[in-house]
């Protein structure tokens, strides 16, 4: 909860800060969870999670003039009930997208600055994503498979090469 205090108080609760992402389209955009429930009841019952929200816009046109805001649309959070007006693809979309976090924030801020060294000062001595697979060639009845962007180089699992 956040409390803002000046002449009045203000409460707000269920705050979250992160990444908004807009899913617009039309038919299979807009196709609702609830016309999906004998394919999805597994995850329909399974859906809860406090991370991922969805903004439903209602459907008003005006072809006149933009508009600074909208008339109506709340943030409602997902659960085996309000999974059911939620749009399948987004939802699926959301849910991905949410399983890809680490929990090892470290990690993140290591990948974010060895983007920033390789993409902002043009250092091509740093590695700052996995193996580019490059278009492969034909050599008789061999295939050759060329990867840029390895550091020092590839190798399996179990280090045999």
């Keep these: 909860m956040m409390e803002i205090v000046a002449g009045n108080r203000i409460s707000l609760k269920d705050i979250l800060f992160g990444d908004v992402w807009l899913c617009s389209g039309q038919s299979n955009m807009e196709y609702p969870m609830n016309r999906l429930t004998d394919r999805y009841a597994d995850v329909i019952v399974r859906c809860e999670n406090s991370k991922i929200w969805q903004f ?62 390789r993409l902002a000062y043009h250092d091509k001595k740093v590695v700052a994503s996995g193996p580019i697979y490059e278009p492969m060639s034909e050599k008789g009845n061999k295939v050759e498979l060329t990867f840029t962007n390895c550091g020092s180089g590839l190798a399996t699992k179990d280090g045999k090469n």
């Design 56 to 117: 439903k816009v209602s459907q008003v046109y005006d072809f006149d003039a933009p508009k600074d805001d909208y008339s109506s649309g709340n943030w409602v959070a997902v659960t085996p009930k309000t999974i059911l007006d939620y749009s399948v693809v987004a939802y699926f979309f959301a849910r991905d997208l949410n399983d890809v976090h680490p929990q090892n924030k470290e990690e993140v801020g290591r990948r974010l600055s060895l983007a920033a060294e």
